[in-house]
């Protein structure tokens, strides 16, 4: 097989397979002169919420935001603390530090790398008020199990499901075991607009009430002002993400069809391959590979011409902006993040992606196996 470049990111092609629908949604917007709270963030929001199966929905401008003014809306106070995970994108416990408390954290399963609920238990204290699971690559966290430990001790629950939208668990469907749902739609998300963007799904009114007021300067009235924030989606982030989320499942379909293609290419090699529980439905926003020499094959790949990320190479208590607490408190004992951080190494995936260029990641990856990776 001949020289291929092997792309990361398929946002060019994507635009391309629906363009007339997004061109016209766009168009549509334009020509509304409604650019802000409008009507067309108002149907997407409907629209959204009705796919989750929930109550209500509210736009906001970025994942990271859905998630501190939803801790906002809960009432979370300076010092309470908030259960998450090591191994995931800064802005997770970043959100809590920003609503002004403290991100506790605890270890990932080594299976999924998503949070071990059974570790959760142990690191609640009296100042403990939620628990944040990450659904991370794609994948939910066990739910039944991080709700279960959350009645028993009296904590809320806020899923960060910035990678899972249209995932599923064993027997349970996301926002079902939890307060409340936050989402990003930055572009490269599987559900992503042209830009940033992102939302709360709840069954909670109060939530809501004080989400739309939060992200809209105080203010549910209009020139009726309390204390807010300036966090809107934007109309024309909103009419493409309504076309885009009636190709979510055909989208999704099509990842875990190339999860299934690689995992098969892969098979009996050196490397760590993801796992899907049985029961779930795992949507693969990333398809992470492990291996003890990730930074060579990471080179050996981008020589190939594939190209390939890390999804995250330095887990959140290691990262130089990580701020909270005494010294003592900066180094959590979570080797399975940490051993998940040195080793992730993220293949191209995306809906787009065509059955030869996976053919070529994984021709590429066994040949590295064979000469370097056993030995």
């Given at each position: 097989?001949?020289?291929?470049?092997?792309?990361?990111?398929?946002?060019?092609?994507?635009?391309?397979?629906?363009r007339?629908?997004?061109?016209?949604?766009?168009?549509?917007?334009?020509?509304?002169?409604?650019?802000?709270?409008?009507?067309?963030?108002?149907?997407?929001?409907?629209?959204?919420?009705?796919?989750?199966?929930?109550?209500?929905?509210?736009?906001?401008?970025?994942?990271?935001?859905?998630?501190?003014?939803?801790?906002?809306?809960?009432g979370?106070?300076?010092?309470?603390?908030?259960?998450?995970?090591?191994?995931?994108?800064?802005?997770?416990?970043?959100?809590?530090?920003?609503?002004?408390?403290?991100?506790?954290?605890?270890?990932?399963?080594?299976?999924?790398?998503?949070?071990?609920?059974?570790?959760?238990?142990s690191?609640?204290?009296?100042?403990?008020?939620?628990?944040?699971?990450?659904?991370?690559?794609?994948q939910?966290?066990?739910?039944?199990?991080v709700?279960?430990?959350?009645?028993e001790?009296?904590?809320?629950?806020?899923?960060?499901?910035?990678?899972?939208?249209?995932?599923?668990?064993?027997?349970?469907?996301?926002?079902?075991?939890?307060?409340?749902?936050?989402?990003?739609?930055?572009?490269?998300?599987?559900?992503?607009?042209?830009?940033?963007?992102?939302?709360?799904?709840?069954?909670?009114?109060?939530?809501?009430?004080?989400?739309?007021?939060?992200?809209?300067?105080?203010s549910?009235?209009?020139?009726?002002?309390?204390?807010?924030?300036?966090?809107?989606?934007?109309?024309?982030?909103?009419?493409?993400?309504?076309?885009?989320?009636?190709?979510?499942?055909?989208?999704?379909?099509?990842?875990?069809?190339?999860?299934?293609?690689?995992s098969?290419?892969?098979?009996?090699?050196?490397?760590?391959?993801?796992?899907?529980?049985?029961?779930?439905?795992?949507?693969?926003?990333?398809?992470?590979?492990?291996?003890?020499?990730?930074?060579?094959?990471?080179?050996?790949?981008?020589?190939?011409?594939?190209?390939v990320?890390?999804?995250?190479?330095?887990?959140?208590?290691?990262?130089?902006?990580?701020?909270?607490?005494?010294?003592?408190?900066?180094?959590?004992s979570?080797?399975?993040?940490?051993?998940?951080?040195?080793?992730?190494?993220?293949?191209?995936?995306?809906?787009?992606?065509?059955?030869?260029?996976?053919?070529?990641?994984?021709?590429?990856?066994?040949?590295?196996?064979?000469?370097?990776?056993?030995?």
């Open positions: 097989m001949s020289t291929m470049k092997v792309p990361f990111y398929g946002h060019a092609r994507q635009y391309h397979d629906i007339s629908e997004i061109d016209e949604a766009i168009r549509a917007v334009l020509e509304s002169e409604s650019y802000v709270m409008g009507p067309t963030l108002e149907r997407f929001e409907a629209e959204l919420a009705a796919y989750f199966g929930m109550k209500f929905a509210v736009g906001l401008n970025s994942g990271t935001d859905a998630l501190w003014l939803t801790f906002l809306a809960l979370l106070k300076p010092g309470d603390q908030v259960i998450t995970t090591a191994n995931t994108f800064f802005a997770t416990a970043e959100a809590i530090w920003i609503a002004g408390g403290k991100p506790v954290f605890v270890d990932s399963d080594r299976r999924t790398n998503n949070i071990d609920a059974a570790k959760i238990a690191a609640i204290t009296p100042r403990t008020v939620g628990i944040v699971p990450v659904h991370l690559y794609g939910c966290a066990d739910m039944n199990a709700s279960a430990v959350a009645r001790h009296h904590l809320w629950v806020v899923e960060d499901n910035a990678q899972a939208i249209d995932a599923q668990g064993a027997g349970f469907r996301e926002g079902e075991l939890s307060d409340a749902v936050a989402t990003s739609f930055i572009v490269q998300k599987n559900l992503g607009t042209y830009g940033d963007g992102g939302a709360v799904l709840t069954n909670r009114e109060d939530i809501t009430t004080e989400l739309r007021r939060l992200r809209n300067h105080g549910l009235r209009r020139s009726v002002h309390t204390f807010g924030f300036n966090s809107r989606l934007d109309d024309i982030h909103a009419g493409i993400l309504s076309v885009k989320l009636k190709h979510i499942r055909r989208w999704s379909d099509r990842r875990r069809a190339i999860a299934a293609r690689y098969a290419g892969l098979r009996g090699s050196s490397l760590k391959l993801p796992c899907e529980l049985p029961g779930y439905r795992h949507v693969f926003h990333l398809y992470v590979v492990e291996h003890p020499k990730r930074d060579h094959l990471d080179k050996f790949l981008r020589g190939a011409g594939v190209d990320k890390m999804h995250y190479p330095i887990a959140i208590h290691q990262q130089a902006g990580y701020p909270w607490g005494k010294p003592a408190d900066l180094k959590p979570v080797p399975n993040s940490e051993l998940n951080a040195a080793e992730c190494l993220s293949l191209p995936m995306f809906p787009e992606l065509r059955d030869d260029e996976v053919d070529y990641v994984i021709e590429k990856i066994i040949a590295w196996d064979t000469e370097f990776g056993r030995s």
